[in-house]
C-alpha cells in the first residue's frame, strides 16, 4: 500500500525535524481511516492499524456486539460474534480486516498529505515555542509588505510573520520593503494555524533594550534602568542608577563624546533622550526628571505630589513644547508635578507654609 520508503522517511523526520513517529502514525492512521470511508460504500466505523516494524497497513471493520441487528454495517449479534471468539458478549467491539484493492493510491496520497500537514504543525509549534521565549526582547527584523498602515516583517531570518500595528509606528517615521528595523517584540498571537508575532517601535522596552545593547555596564547590571518615560519620535527620559558609587553611571550611559547615547538617537530617528540619575528620594528625583530645565526647589505638597520651582526664565523650558517634558517626568517619577517659577511659587509656597502650620497647630 505505501512502500518502504515511507517508513525510512518516518525515521529520518524523527531525527531532523524532531517530529515524533508515534505522534505522526496516530494522525496518518486518523486520516486514512476517513479517506477510506469518503472512497466505499461501508457505512460502518473502520479503524486503521500501521505497523512500521512489518512495514505494513492494515484496515479493519468495527462492529458492536447487540443483543437486537438493526444497523448490519456497525452491529453484530451475540450469537454471530461468539462464532469468532466465545468470550465476546454485548457491548464488546468486533474487529474483522477489510480486504482492500484499490486503496494504495488513495493512502499514498493520503499520507503524503497528513505528512506535509504534520510538518506544518511542527514547525508552526517549534517557532511559537521559539518565540514565546523572545517577549520582551529586541530583534531585527526585515518589512515584507505594507498593507492597510500594517508593516509586515520577517523577524530574524525565519519564515514567522511580525505585525507592526499603527499604535506601534512611531509617527515621523517612513518604512518600506525590505528596510532592516530594530523591534521590540510584544506578544506571540497564536491563533489556530497562525501565529504571529506582535512588534514595535513605540514601547518603552525597545529604548530599554538599546541601552543594554550598547552600554556594556547595564548588560552587565552594574547600571541599572530604573524607569522608561517616552513620547515615541520626539523625546524619551530613561533614569539609570548604579549601587557602586564609584561608577559615573551617566557618563556610562553617554560613552565618549556622547558615542553610545548618539548611536540610539540615530536608531530612533532623532528622538532626544535625557538621561536621568534616579534617587531614592523622590523630590531629588523629580528634580533632575525635569532636565533640562534647573530647578531651584522641590517641595512636597500631598500624597506623591509636589511643587517644583524653577527660575522665571526656565519655566517654558521645563514645562516644554505642549506641557511634554512635565508631562514625561511625571510619567518617569509617578508623582504629579506642579512646576512654577519662582515668582509666582513664593506666595503660593507662603499659604502653603501657613497652610501647614495651622493643619499641626489643629492636631
Known sequence: MINQDFFLALDELEKQKGIAKDEFILALENA?????????????????????????????????????????????????????????KVGDKVSNEIATKNFGRIAAQTAKQVLLQKLREIEHENTVNEFEDKEG???????????????????????????LMPRDQVPNEKYEVNQKLNVYVKRVKNSGRVAQIVVSRTANGLVKRLFENEVPEIKQGIVLVKGVARDPGQRTKIAIYSEDPSIDAVGACVGA?????????????????DIIPWSENPLEFISSALSPARVVKVVQTGDESAMAVVPDDKLSLAIGRSGQNARLAVKLTGWKIDVKSESVAVNELDDFQVEQTEQEEEI
Open 257 to 273: 563624546k556622547g558615542a553610545r547615547v548618539n548611536a540610539i538617537v540615530s536608531e530612533l530617528g532623532g528622538e532626544k533622550i
Open 137 to 163: 526582547e529586541l530583534m531585527v527584523c526585515t518589512v515584507r509588505r505594507i498593507e492597510d498602515g500594517c508593516v509586515y516583517v520577517e523577524i530574524g531570518g525565519s519564515q514567522i510573520e511580525g505585525v
Open 32 to 88: 486514512l481511516g476517513i479517506a477510506y470511508k469518503k472512497n466505499s460504500a461501508d457505512g460502518g466505523a473502520v479503524e486503521v492499524k500501521i505497523n512500521p516494524e512489518k512495514k505494513s497497513i492494515k484496515i479493519y471493520a468495527i462492529r458492536t456486539i447487540v443483543e437486537e441487528v438493526v444497523d448490519s454495517e456497525k452491529e453484530i449479534s451475540l450469537a454471530d460474534a461468539q462464532l469468532i471468539k466465545k468470550s465476546y
